[in-house]
Nanobody, 124 residues
C-alpha cells in the first residue's frame, strides 16, 4: 500500500506561482512512477504531469508545458509540482497518484494509488 498526502494548494492571482507537494508513505516510494492530475468542477479528471521512478523522464499536458515542472526527491519520499504563470483555467483540485511501474502514464486508469487532492484557485 502507498499513502499519498498532497499539500501546497491555495488561492493565487493570475500570473502567480504555487508549489504542490505530495508526501508518500508505505510501499517503497522510489519504485513507483508518479503523476499529477486535476479535476475542475463539472469536468473529467485530466492528466497534468508524470515522472519516472528515477526522475529521469517527465511528461506534461500541452496546456501546462513550459509553465509547470514535476520533480521528485526519493530521499524524502516526495514529489513536487511547481506551477508558474498560473491562469484561471488552472483552477481545479489537484491529485497526486502513484503506479507500480518505472514510467509514468497519461491515463488515470494506470495509477493504483491516489491522494485526497488539494484545491488550487487562480483568480483573474
Amino acid at each position: 500500500q502507498v499513502q499519498l498526502v498532497e499539500s501546497g494548494g491555495g488561492l493565487v492571482q493570475a500570473g502567480g506561482s504555487l508549489r504542490l507537494s505530495c508526501a508518500a508513505s508505505g510501499r517503497t516510494f522510489s519504485s513507483n512512477a508518479m503523476g499529477w492530475f486535476r479535476q475542475a468542477p463539472g469536468k473529467e479528471r485530466e492528466f497534468v504531469a508524470a515522472i519516472s521512478w528515477s526522475g529521469a523522464y517527465t511528461g506534461y499536458a500541452d496546456s501546462v508545458k513550459g509553465r509547470f515542472t514535476i520533480s521528485r526527491d526519493n530521499a524524502k519520499n516526495t514529489v513536487y509540482l511547481q506551477m508558474n504563470s498560473l491562469k484561471p483555467e488552472d483552477t481545479a483540485v489537484y491529485y497526486c497518484a502513484a503506479r507500480h511501474a518505472s514510467q509514468g502514464s497519461r491515463s488515470n486508469y494506470d495509477y493504483e494509488y491516489w491522494g485526497q487532492g488539494t484545491q488550487v484557485t487562480v483568480s483573474s
